[in-house]
């Protein structure tokens, strides 16, 4: 008999590219889980779409609706639960996450950032670095705390930042890269392989390091 998948959520805001390579991973076996459902938190967002073709629960939220953040959070919180999810990607969700959700899900959320954190945290990143002028920057994977893209780190990647690029050409490049890593630290999570100990990110069976 086959061991039953472990299921995770994912959080997303915007278009949803990220979480797209997570489908397709996920329906090829790449990662050994289960999507059990899409948390969105924009009704309009380009994400719903590619999550009903892929065949992913939507669960969409107006949190100006709720009472509070606390309320919105506990509501979400009880929807992952009924679903039995056991972890949480953050794939461009534009919400900073706060104690009642870290309370539920703290140590088992992971987010995907486009700099190399702790540079640049923030919803511009990619224009704030290229208005650094910077010749470098990057995608960073971290487990989630109470901050702002702060949390342990799991992995990083540089990016090269070329002095032909203009902001469209460096963002495709960011993006690749979050393709590529979002999805392997996706996999080492839901595996069993990756958790957080004591602050720190923790790989249990080698291959992949922070």
């Known amino acids: 008999m086959s061991r039953e998948l472990r299921k995770f959520a994912i959080f997303a805001s915007g278009s949803g590219s990220n979480a797209q390579v997570l489908f397709e991973r996920v329906a090829d076996g790449t990662i050994p889980g289960e999507v059990a459902c899409l948390v969105c938190d924009r009704p309009s967002a380009g994400v719903i779409e ?35 999810v056991e972890f949480v990607v953050l794939a461009g969700y534009m919400r900073l996450c706060g104690p009642t959700f870290l309370a539920a899900y703290g140590g088992r959320t992971i987010n995907v950032h486009p700099s190399l954190l702790p540079m640049f945290p923030g ?36 990016v090269h930042v070329e002095a032909n690029d203009t902001m469209e050409s460096l963002s495709q490049k960011i993006h690749a ?13 839901v595996s069993g392989e990756l958790r957080m100990s004591q602050g720190q990110a923790i790989f249990t069976s080698g291959g992949m390091q922070a």
């Open 177 to 189: 890269v979050e393709h590529q890593i979002l999805p392997e630290v996706t996999r080492a999570l």
């Open 50 to 84: 590619r999550a009903e073709k892929a065949g992913v629960d939507a669960l969409v939220y107006r949190p100006r609706e709720f009472a509070d953040k606390a309320a919105y959070e506990a509501q979400v919180v009880a929807d992952l639960q009924a679903r039995g």
């Open 123 to 158: 919803a511009t990143a990619i224009q704030d670095a290229f208005d650094a002028g910077v010749k470098y920057t990057g995608v960073t994977v971290h487990f989630i705390d109470e901050g702002m893209d702060t949390g342990p780190i799991i992995r990083q990647e540089t």
